[in-house]
């Protein structure tokens, strides 16, 4: 085991300890998620955030010079499981905090108290950029060339772009296999997954149902999987809260507001606030406020309505797998305009009420015309965002009226994905036209030299291995033609 990091299980009854490489994706004693765990006595911390500005704006071409430019790697000292020579980057994470008075004014918060850390600027236009760097670095470092997700559109998005680019000319490519549910992922999105030549399954279902798929497939066909239950994209993702903090010159906010889906994002922040502290490099954390869509509320019932909460790592499965239960058997399924966080069994819910009790945290959901009306509001000053993102300043106008957060506190809310990856939403909010239910003339087979088409699979394991060994075989050398 190498001293310094390992994997180890976030249920304090068991907490079993694993190697950094070995490959799992759960506890193999009791089930539960898995953390990335350092000895940080072992680790060259340095003393102070600020340590990290003298690296901001350096691009050298070699590899120190390509990770400090990185707003990933640039922080590595915080996520010390990369070895410098297995690190990929695509200069992800140059992301920078906006001060954003005006649409705090429409708010009624006091000039300087609103902040949005927009992560759309990200080169596939999403947060996932984050993870997918320190995800497609451990993939390295093991070796593996299949890579696959489960995705609303971006997680899949960024993998396809990342595996594109990971392997360095006269290597062999990476493969990028893609499970997406049909007609449920925004079409910005979809065309980015297919132009970067991944192999795209669309399932005919959920992201529930092709989260359950992907995570059988990888583990029957051994391909590695880069969703957020992965440990290590979570520690790509810690860098957007070490930015925010660096936005404000390392004073902490009072309140991070981010929209919940898969409940990665919220994990990671969760842990990002748990280490600085331990490590003595912020003297408080800040409050979590994460935001549901109303039609894909599992966080907020399971909180608000159960009483649900992270019991110092003594999670109450039975009453989660009750909730499951009672969703499969009245046929309750997620169902939202954001289609991002259109998911009714978040994977990292465990770790999200970690975070909730490390950061002091709350939870409320918001309604779809709400969310889009939102989202309009941030356009109207200047940002954009996709439908999910702009959940997080909702959910900031609904704390406001609460009277849960004050005018005048210091507020960031993330906002996590470009508007442009779903055009579609913004076209039918300002001029009512659908454009899904259009009718289209019926589709002409593509002719492209490149066309890489996805591929309609029944969603049953055998049928989906079937497809991925004749089209994604070990060998793979590039994209499909
Ligand atoms: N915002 C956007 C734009 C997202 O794409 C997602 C998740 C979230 C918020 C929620 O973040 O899962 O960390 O709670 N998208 C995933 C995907 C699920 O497949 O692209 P989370």
Same mark, same amino acid.
């Given at each position: 085991?190498?001293?310094?990091?390992?994997?180890?299980?976030?249920?304090?009854?068991?907490?079993?300890?694993?190697?950094?490489?070995?490959?799992?994706?759960?506890?193999?004693?009791?089930?539960?998620?898995?953390?990335?765990?350092?000895?940080?006595?072992?680790?060259? !911390?340095?003393?102070?955030?600020?340590?990290?500005?003298?690296?901001?704006?350096?691009?050298?071409?070699?590899?120190?010079?390509?990770? %400090?430019?990185?707003?990933?790697?640039?922080?590595?000292?915080?996520?010390?499981?990369?070895?410098?020579?297995?690190?990929?980057? !695509?200069?992800?994470?140059?992301?920078?905090?906006?001060?954003?008075?005006?649409?705090?004014?429409?708010?009624?918060?006091? &000039?300087?108290?609103?902040?949005?850390?927009?992560?759309?600027?990200?080169?596939?236009?999403?947060?996932?950029?984050?993870?997918?760097?320190?995800?497609?670095?451990?993939?390295?470092?093991?070796?593996?060339?299949?890579?696959?997700?489960?995705?609303?559109?971006?997680?899949?998005?960024?993998?396809?772009?990342?595996? @594109? #680019?990971?392997?360095?000319?006269?290597?062999?490519?990476?493969?990028?296999?893609?499970?997406?549910?049909?007609?449920?992922?925004?079409?910005?999105?979809?065309?980015? =997954?297919?132009?970067?030549?991944?192999?795209? +399954?669309?399932?005919?279902?959920?992201?529930?149902?092709?989260?359950?798929?992907?995570?059988?497939?990888s583990d029957k066909l051994g391909i590695y999987l880069?969703?957020?239950?992965?440990?290590?994209?979570?520690?790509?993702?810690? =860098?957007?809260?070490?930015?925010?903090?660096?936005?404000?010159?390392?004073?902490?906010?009072?309140?991070?507001?981010?929209?919940?889906?898969? +409940?990665?994002? @919220?994990?990671?922040?969760?842990?990002?606030?748990?280490?600085?502290?331990?490590?003595?490099?912020?003297?408080?954390?800040?409050?979590?406020?994460?935001?549901?869509?109303?039609?894909?509320?599992?966080?907020?019932?399971?909180?608000?309505?159960?009483?649900?909460?992270?019991?110092?790592?003594?999670?109450?499965?039975?009453?989660?797998?009750?909730?499951?239960?009672?969703?499969?058997?009245?046929?309750?399924r997620a169902r939202t305009v954001a289609s991002a966080?259109?998911?009714?069994?978040?994977?990292?819910?465990?770790?999200?009420?970690?975070?909730?009790?490390?950061?002091?945290? !709350?939870?409320?959901?918001?309604?779809?015309?709400?969310?889009?009306?939102?989202?309009? #509001?941030?356009?109207?000053?200047?940002?954009?965002?996709? &439908?999910?993102?702009?959940? @997080?300043?909702?959910?900031?106008?609904?704390?406001?009226?609460?009277?849960?957060?004050?005018?005048?506190?210091?507020?960031?809310? !993330?906002?996590?994905?470009?508007?442009?990856?779903?055009? %579609?939403?913004?076209?039918?909010?300002?001029?009512?036209?659908?454009?899904?239910?259009?009718?289209?003339?019926?589709?002409?087979?593509?002719?492209?030299?490149?066309?890489?088409?996805?591929?309609?699979?029944?969603?049953?394991?055998?049928?989906?291995?079937?497809?991925?060994?004749?089209?994604?075989?070990?060998?793979?050398?590039?994209?499909?033609?």
């Amino acid at each position: 085991m190498e001293d310094h990091v390992y994997q180890q299980c976030i249920n304090a009854d068991c907490r079993a300890d694993y190697a950094v490489d070995d490959v799992l994706f759960a506890c193999r004693r009791c089930g539960s998620l898995l953390d990335v765990v350092y000895d940080w006595d072992k680790v060259n !911390v340095p003393g102070s955030l600020a340590f990290f500005e003298q690296r901001w704006g350096t691009a050298g071409r070699d590899l120190v010079g390509r990770a %400090d430019y990185s707003g990933v790697w640039r922080f590595r000292e915080l996520l010390p499981f990369a070895r410098l020579e297995d690190i990929v980057t !695509v200069g992800e994470g140059r992301t920078t905090l906006q001060q954003a008075d005006r649409l705090g004014l429409d708010l009624n918060m006091k &000039p300087g108290s609103l902040f949005l850390q927009y992560e759309g600027f990200n080169p596939s236009g999403s947060f996932k950029d984050n993870g997918m760097a320190a995800g497609f670095t451990m993939a390295r470092r093991l070796g593996r060339r299949r890579v696959a997700c489960a995705s609303t559109g971006n997680t899949s998005a960024s993998m396809a772009m990342f595996a @594109s #680019m990971a392997a360095p000319a006269g290597e062999p490519s990476v493969q990028g296999i893609v499970f997406v549910g049909s007609g449920k992922i925004a079409f910005g999105k979809l065309s980015q =997954t297919l132009d970067h030549g991944a192999l795209t +399954l669309q399932i005919d279902g959920d992201f529930d149902a092709c989260m359950r798929r992907v995570l059988e497939m990888s583990d029957k066909l051994g391909i590695y999987l880069l969703n957020s239950l992965n440990p290590f994209r979570l520690e790509g993702q810690k =860098t957007i809260m070490y930015r925010v903090l660096e936005g404000l010159d390392w004073q902490v906010p009072d309140w991070i507001i981010a929209p919940g889906g898969n +409940l990665g994002n @919220s994990s990671a922040f969760g842990k990002a606030f748990l280490e600085l502290h331990h490590l003595g490099l912020v003297d408080r954390v800040p409050r979590l406020a994460i935001i549901n869509a109303s039609g894909a509320n599992t966080l907020y019932d399971m909180v608000n309505e159960r009483g649900l909460c992270w019991n110092a790592g003594r999670v109450d499965h039975d009453a989660i797998a009750d909730h499951y239960r009672r969703m499969d058997e009245t046929g309750q399924r997620a169902r939202t305009v954001a289609s991002a966080i259109e998911i009714g069994r978040p994977v990292n819910l465990t770790k999200a009420l970690r975070a909730l009790d490390v950061m002091d945290g !709350v939870v409320r959901q918001i309604d779809d015309e709400t969310i889009l009306d939102h989202k309009a #509001m941030v356009g109207r000053y200047g940002y954009s965002c996709e &439908p999910a993102s702009a959940a @997080s300043v909702a959910g900031l106008h609904l704390l406001l009226d609460e009277g849960v957060i004050s005018k005048s506190e210091r507020v960031v809310c !993330v906002l996590t994905g470009h508007s442009l990856k779903d055009p %579609d939403a913004t076209v039918k909010y300002h001029t009512g036209i659908d454009v899904k239910a259009a009718k289209w003339p019926d589709p002409v087979p593509p002719t492209g030299k490149r066309s890489n088409h996805p591929v309609e699979v029944a969603d049953d394991l055998a049928a989906i291995c079937k497809a991925i060994g004749e089209l994604a075989p070990e060998e793979a050398q590039g994209p499909r033609n």
